[in-house]
């Protein structure tokens, strides 16, 4: 029998942060139906672990750490399942202000384009940075230094700029 507090405490918290979820399936999914897919055993996964979430880091951290590492396996498992390469759509966002300048969206599909073609580890710090999460979180989620975090994004960036420059060029 099912303790209905832990299940309501749950069920709140992945409510409180299913913008994490949307947001990580969205950057490892092209299509809807995948999406879909992962969100749902990334739900499961969280409920597996929920008994061992460790109240001393921030449930926003608990839920990347379990989300993107999901991701990365259902990513691969789909990838070398699939093994044809889709090119990704803007339609992954969803972009309430239709005012966005043709450059602005023709940049943001580089942009997006040349970070889906970044190794797992690279996007997933892309995620998070774009998120807007602070070096000590980013690394407390991916399990890595801070300062390895603060490396990683530079070389990251540099490599963006540059492809980027080249891609907008052709």
Not at 86 to 107: A, G, Q, R, V
Request: charged share 30%; aromatic share 10%.
């Amino acid at each position: 029998m099912m303790d209905k507090n832990r299940t309501a405490n749950f069920l709140v918290i992945v409510e409180n942060n299913k913008g994490i979820l949307f947001k990580v399936a969205n950057s490892y999914c092209r299509n809807n139906e995948d999406r879909k897919d992962l969100v749902q055993e990334i739900i499961l996964q969280l409920w597996k672990s929920f008994d061992s979430y460790n109240e001393k880091f921030k449930c926003s951290t608990w839920i990347y750490r379990i989300s993107l590492n999901v991701a990365i396996s259902f990513y691969r498992k789909e990838s070398s399942r699939k093994r044809i390469s889709n090119p990704i759509t803007t339609d992954i966002f969803d972009f309430s202000d239709k005012e966005i300048s043709d450059e602005k969206e023709t940049n943001l599909g580089i942009l997006n384009h040349i970070i889906s073609e970044l190794n797992d580890l690279n996007k997933a710090l892309m995620l998070l940075y774009l998120e807007e999460k602070s070096y000590k979180e980013i690394s407390e989620i991916i399990g890595i230094t801070e300062t390895n975090v603060a490396t990683k994004i530079g070389r990251i960036k540099s490599i963006l700029k540059k492809e980027f420059n080249q891609l907008k060029i052709q």
